[in-house]
């Protein structure tokens, strides 16, 4: 490329010769070296992540070996387990994060079964025009604020609420505020989370699949069960992943409509807040954590995060 | 397969009282805007104008407008650079620890937002010991944000594929006039709706806004929180998710027409 062999030639084409132009020498330099364009590519993002995030991540872990001076309210450098200790070892601690988890799995069934029809229907049988519409009013209620949501359902399920004025004529009430109220809202603020990623699944499932399953003499449920669901799979499991983490270190919704209940975000907010003891909440940190890293590893198996 | 008649409404009608349900309690947001009661009761025993015209003169609201949209917008900004550079990188080349890179930007949005808000408060705080405020609340922002574009201009790519770069730089451009030329058009609609689900991410996030952005700053979610309970504020905090929803049709809107104009192109 950079040789004037051929100037005469691309002259007459009308073709202006290349100018050696600082830009151009390092254009040159870069598409002669694979190993440098990569690294051109990689070294702002991974600078950016590890100088932030992991750096960031791994102090929180340093942090939950150390402990809070109780006179003091300094943190104190010496290495210590107590905290981990007590966060495994506490009868609350064990309590709290079998509540969170099983709130958090319940709400991303609940997530995934409602998502699938809706997608369904969205990718394979509605026409284009109505296609843009469903999108666009999925992605709507993502724009109105999490907060202003969760408040609603608190006002929807409140006693004398729209639910209850709804229910009463025909002898049902609220469940009012607690688990039930914690799963109908977060199950509520992250469908559309959900339903993105598997309605993009579906659209990638080409019809003439699903004909060429109907030709060979399959029928619905047998082209829904060996056709679809094996190439949707990864996209259910990408929705998943944020339904699941988004529920699972969510204090505020839970808070606004979760009665007295608590799950593992509120102990660390009330451990870094009120109590002060960020080892402490960093130690309960290392749960949820925890949770997601044996989460993610799974779901990379799956292919899930090239979907997501 | 072909579905019948019958599964097909009835998906329709799923379909439909799932979006009933979904818009359900915007409106009762909607409604409760125009409400005479100041503690949401239902239904609303008035109608009143009153609100709407107190949240334009909100100085408090106005102001957390205004600082969350420079902030989404910052936060887009960096993310579209970071998150374009990085699925290149991961989808043009092969290279050692390329899955741990790719865990690396899932990780800020997959771990819960506490553990994110309160790993960035320490790190800011003891660590490098700067000011909380608009510049680490960017921070934290494009950190989560780059995922998002990660995924829409990644997915593009691999559906694009390399021989338009290949037959480009045959004819004698140069990396620079490549990307320009030929990359960028390919990738454009990706970004838009990546750098758009940044933006609402950025603009509504509470969590790891309230550990990073120190006394003085106030976004709107953390003034929503600040306001929701108050009784002479809470039918002005409806009044503003309403425009917001309502504002938020334009550019989904437009996002969705480049879309399907390209593949319509196609």
């Known amino acids: 490329m950079t040789s004037n062999a051929a100037s005469p030639l691309i002259e007459r084409a009308g073709i202006p010769p290349h100018r050696h132009t600082p830009a151009r020498r390092v254009s040159v330099f870069l598409s002669q070296h694979a190993r440098a364009r990569l690294g051109l590519l990689l070294s702002a993002p991974l600078l950016w992540l590890g100088l932030v995030y992991i750096v960031a991540l791994a102090a929180l872990l340093v942090t939950a070996f150390w402990s809070v001076d109780s006179f003091t309210g300094e943190v104190s450098t010496t290495w210590t387990l107590d905290n981990f200790v007590t966060v495994f070892t506490g009868a609350v601690y064990q309590a709290v994060t079998l509540r969170t988890v099983g709130i958090a799995l319940l709400v991303t069934i609940v997530d995934i079964v409602i998502a699938l029809p809706i997608a369904f229907f969205m990718a394979k049988v509605a026409s284009p025009r109505l296609r843009r519409i469903l999108v666009i009013a999925v992605l709507m209620p993502l724009w109105a604020s999490y907060l202003v949501k969760a408040y609603a359902w608190r006002s929807v399920l409140s006693e004398g609420g729209l639910l209850e004025w709804l229910l009463s004529p025909f002898g049902g009430q609220t469940p009012g505020y607690g688990i039930p109220a914690i799963v109908i809202t977060l199950s509520y603020l992250w469908l559309p989370y959900v339903i993105l990623p598997i309605y993009a699944g579906l659209e990638r499932v080409p019809d003439s699949l699903l004909e060429a399953s109907s030709d060979l003499g399959a029928k619905t449920g047998r082209t829904l069960v060996s056709i679809v669901l094996p190439m949707l799979w990864p996209a259910i499991i990408a929705g998943s992943i944020f339904s699941f983490s988004l529920s699972l270190g969510d204090y505020i919704t839970v808070n606004i409509v979760g009665g007295a209940n608590q799950l593992l975000g509120n102990l660390v907010f009330t451990n870094v807040g009120a109590a002060n003891n960020l080892p402490l909440a960093a130690a309960i940190a290392t749960i949820p954590i925890a949770i997601m890293v044996v989460y993610l590893t799974a779901a990379r198996r799956s292919g899930a995060l090239e979907s997501l | ?266």
């Open chain 2, 1 to 266: 397969m072909r579905l019948s008649r019958t599964a097909r409404i009835s998906l329709g009608v799923v379909t439909g009282v799932v979006l009933a349900i979904v818009y359900l309690p915007l409106l009762v947001v909607f409604v409760n805007s125009f409400s005479t009661s100041k503690n949401l009761t239902w239904p609303p025993p008035g109608f009143t104008l009153e609100w709407w015209g107190k949240a334009f003169q909100n100085a408090g609201a106005m102001e957390a407008i205004g600082t969350s949209v420079q902030i989404a917008v910052v936060s887009t900004a960096i993310a579209l650079v970071l998150g374009t550079l990085i699925s290149l990188a991961l989808q043009r080349f092969t290279f050692f620890g390329r899955d741990a890179v790719s865990l690396l930007v899932i990780l800020p949005i997959a771990l819960p937002g506490i553990v994110t808000g309160i790993a960035l408060n320490n790190f800011f705080r003891t660590i490098i010991d700067v000011q909380l405020g608009f510049v680490t609340i960017v921070i934290a922002h494009s950190t989560f944000c780059i995922v998002t574009v990660f995924n829409n201009v990644i997915a593009r790519l691999r559906r694009t594929g390399t021989s338009l770069e290949e037959a480009s730089a045959d004819l004698g451009a140069g990396i620079w006039t490549t990307f320009r030329l030929v990359t960028f058009p390919q990738i454009r609609s990706a970004l838009l709706a990546g750098g758009l689900l940044a933006f609402a991410l950025s603009f509504d996030e509470i969590i790891v806004t309230t550990f990073t952005a120190g006394p003085g700053m106030s976004t709107l979610p953390i003034w929503i929180l600040n306001n929701l309970f108050r009784p002479n504020q809470a039918p002005i905090v409806n009044v503003i998710a309403v425009v917001l929803v309502l504002v938020s049709i334009v550019p989904i809107y437009f996002a969705q027409r480049l879309a399907g104009a390209e593949s319509a192109q196609k």
